[in-house]
């Protein structure tokens, strides 16, 4: 019996303690939960203490590479081609006759308006002598010139109409694919091949207005192109005169030698543009911004509150923004699990050296 008793006192015992210990732990609990609420619990981020320094301001764009000339050859006149004399992706010469356009009919009426020429020609000079010798009027005599001013424009118009089937290269570059071949019916609507020169090339591209008093004609940009690692040079020559109103943005030209000829017309290009170097620049991680609506915010560490600031960012690179405004120096700025934070919200922050 003595066993016995002493068996259930001592489950008596441990049950007394377990209670006792559980309600001191939930004593402890219910104290902690009134000093800090849930809404009140310090959350644990990480920040970093905003410094100053030189920032080399790029702006990172996108643009398109164009020919630095560029034309669809078609013919003046409608024909038969009788002879092709350029190879397809070949460069040529400014001035090279590309192809010739059968003349034969258009020479047929030069040899006719050149004979009425000659006619009205002696017509105007028999005329003039009579009205010298006063044996015609005046008016006469006027037909007579009309006459021949008119044979002779007739037959400068049939001599520029002869000219016009052998077209011509307006400026030397490469020519592409023809659409032609020699006894094609051609018409000035078909178009014969492109010719294009490439070596020297456009990109254009566009900026934000902000940007519009940084950037000067003579100004030099480097870009990449897609499959290439090589940095190429371009130079500013040309800058759009206004703002487009709907994009709010200024449209600018750069020209590139093209010497290794690796750059084709129609590619995108990555550009660098370089705009003012600025001391006492405030850079920050990427992660520290917070969008909104307006515009952008921050938080920082306020006697171990968070606290929301509106900032002016601008450049952007790949892990870090420019601040414009919002910020100084000396603040400490938070940078890990802003999108959780709101103002006032209680922080214990790590700041990272």
Same mark, same amino acid.
């Given at each position: ?190 178009? @014969? ?6 070596? &020297?090339? /456009? +990109?254009?591209?566009?900026? =934000? %207005?902000?940007? $519009? ?11 990449? @192109? ?6 190429? &040079?371009? /130079? +500013?020559?040309?800058?759009? =005169? %206004?703002?487009? $109103? ?27 543009? =370089? ?79």
């Amino acid at each position: 019996m003595k066993v016995k008793h002493l068996i259930y006192a001592l489950i008596i015992i441990v049950l007394g303690g377990f209670i006792t210990y559980r309600i001191i732990s939930n004593k402890s609990k219910n104290e902690e939960s009134k000093k800090f609420g849930d809404k009140d619990r310090p959350t644990s981020v990480t920040g970093i203490v905003v410094k100053t320094s030189t920032f080399d301001n790029n702006l990172s764009l996108s643009g398109s590479i164009e020919a630095n000339e560029q034309v669809e050859i078609h013919s003046e006149i409608s024909g038969i081609v009788e002879g092709i004399y350029f190879n397809e992706g070949s460069y040529v010469n400014k001035g090279q006759v590309l192809f010739k356009v059968n003349d034969i009919e258009l020479r047929a009426q030069l040899r006719q308006a050149q004979t009425k020429e000659g006619l009205a020609g002696e017509n105007q000079r028999r005329a003039k002598l009579l009205l010298q010798k006063e044996a015609i009027s005046q008016e006469e005599f006027d037909v007579a010139n009309a006459d021949y001013a008119s044979a002779k424009a007739q037959t400068q118009l049939i001599s520029a109409q002869i000219a016009k089937t052998s077209v011509k290269a307006p400026f030397s570059g490469k020519i592409g694919l023809r659409s032609i071949s020699p006894g094609t019916y051609i018409t000035p609507t078909l178009l @014969v091949a492109k010719l294009v020169n490439t070596g &020297k090339l /456009k +990109i254009t591209f566009s900026i =934000p %207005e902000k940007y $519009v008093s940084q950037v000067k004609s003579g100004s030099v940009i480097d870009f990449t @192109v897609s499959g290439s690692d090589k940095i190429y &040079k371009a /130079k +500013i020559y040309a800058i759009e =005169p %206004e703002v487009e $109103v709907a994009t709010r943005t200024l449209k600018i030209r750069a020209i590139a030698e093209n010497i290794d000829g690796k750059l084709f017309p129609g590619t995108f290009a990555d550009i660098k543009l =370089p705009l003012n170097i600025i001391n006492d620049a405030i850079v920050v991680p990427s992660e520290a911004i917070v969008p909104i609506q307006d515009g952008k915010k921050v938080f920082i560490s306020n006697n171990g509150k968070a606290k929301e600031v509106i900032v002016d960012a601008t450049t952007r690179t790949d892990a870090s923004i420019l601040i414009l405004s919002g910020l100084k120096a000396g603040d400490t700025l938070i940078t890990s699990g802003v999108m959780s934070l709101k103002n006032d919200s209680p922080i214990k922050i790590k700041v990272k050296l």
